[in-house]
């Protein structure tokens, strides 16, 4: 199974159009938070359409009613408040939005992938058994460096236990290796 992970898209609807593109494989998505504001919702079940969309909230997440009203129009749009497991393609996951919860959660060892955001920093490392992955950030901001940085997602191979990062820009979507 494909698994399609991002993160704080932050209302940038540009770059999540040309992510949606590059998750065509993607047999299922997870969103790490901060969509921001609630139309994002429909972005993203528009362009992931029939296919399950898991989606934690994160702090910049204000609007909880109406991004939860505009989930509850798509049957395949689940919201879980602020922490997700399941069994995906035979792998564990753990989708949170917050880096210094991920870190812990990733070193229980219950978990197969870890899954997070928040920081926008893109990086995959394993940790004890388990791989935490944090696919960057869709907005393409680092608010505490304060400078443009690549927006990123990944896809994750359940069957290989393998994940690849990538890059959106304005005309493409690329391998990204960091």
């Known amino acids: 199974m494909k ?3 991002l993160s704080d898209i932050h209302d940038n609807i540009w770059k999540l159009a040309g992510v949606l593109a590059g998750l065509q494989e993607a ?9 921001c504001s609630p ?7 528009e362009g992931f ?3 399950p969309i898991h ?11 109406r991004i939860t009203n505009n989930a509850k129009k798509y049957a395949h749009v689940h919201l879980h408040g602020e922490f997700f497991q399941a069994e995906l393609g035979g792998k564990r996951f753990a989708v949170n939005h917050f880096d210094y919860l991920a870190r ?8 197969d ?36 940085i690549p927006s990123t997602f990944v896809l994750y191979d359940t069957e290989t236990g393998s994940a690849s990062g990538f890059e ?11």
Do not use: W
């Open 27 to 35: 047999e299922v998505l997870i969103c790490c938070g901060d969509l």
């Open 113 to 148: 992938v870890v899954c997070y955001g928040h920081n926008h920093i893109y990086k995959i490392e394993p940790l004890g058994r388990s791989l935490t992955i944090n696919p960057g950030a869709i907005m393409g901001y680092d608010p505490v460096g304060k400078k443009a």
């Open 49 to 51: 359409r029939d296919r």
């Open 168 to 178: 959106v820009r304005a005309d493409q979507v690329i391998l990204y290796t960091h």
């Open 104 to 111: 812990p959660i990733a070193a229980s060892g219950q978990y």
């Open 55 to 65: 989606i934690v909230f994160g702090n910049n997440d204000a609007d909880l009613f």
């Open 3 to 5: 698994v399609g992970i």
């Open 39 to 45: 139309f994002i919702i429909g972005l993203l079940a």
